[in-house]
């Protein structure tokens, strides 16, 4: 996953940070423009500026949060991961769901398509985060449970779903007290 971008093109974008204030008082508005565009792509350049200047982490995690109108592109499956890996004990629960919400839908995958991604899943899951992991291991739930397979095919899905090492403490729901951020036509 890693990406070779020319880190100059960023410096011209980052300007004061300052450590107090509020949330938009921090940064300046072409900082924030550039991680607005940053956090609508694929995530991958996002990760690549925070590993190169990693005390932004924090502020896009907030910002994250704020964020209702993404573009239709999907985030990276892996770069997603590295941000949760990198903002590791800064985690509000609205920058988690928002997260997610950015990664590849799959409630309309048929079985097959379902089993290929899982597999995907297994094969791969030392890179993947496990709140990711646990994500899709109940979004793989949900459409197993909204669909009429048959059950052969279903008792093979669930016998690898069994091998996901997922997250189970993280609660997807909007009883936080950033619930009032959720808007219903993201989901």
Known sequence: MEENYDLNVYDRFLGDFKEDGNHWDKIEKRTATLFQVLIDGDLKELVFVLKHYPKYVNLVCDHFRYLYNYSAQDADLYAA???LDMSE???PKQFVRNLVRKLKKID????????????ELLKNQEKI???ILGY????IENNISNNN???LQVKVIEKSLV???VETSFDFTASDRDANLDIPYMD
Do not use: N
């Open 129 to 131: 985060h496990p709140i």
């Open 81 to 83: 991961s590295k941000l």
């Open 136 to 139: 899709y291991k109940m979004e």
């Open 89 to 91: 004990g800064y985690q």
């Open 149 to 151: 397979y048959h059950k």
């Open 108 to 119: 309309e995958y048929d079985i097959s398509k379902l089993k290929l991604f899982l597999d």
């Open 163 to 165: 091998k996901l090492i």
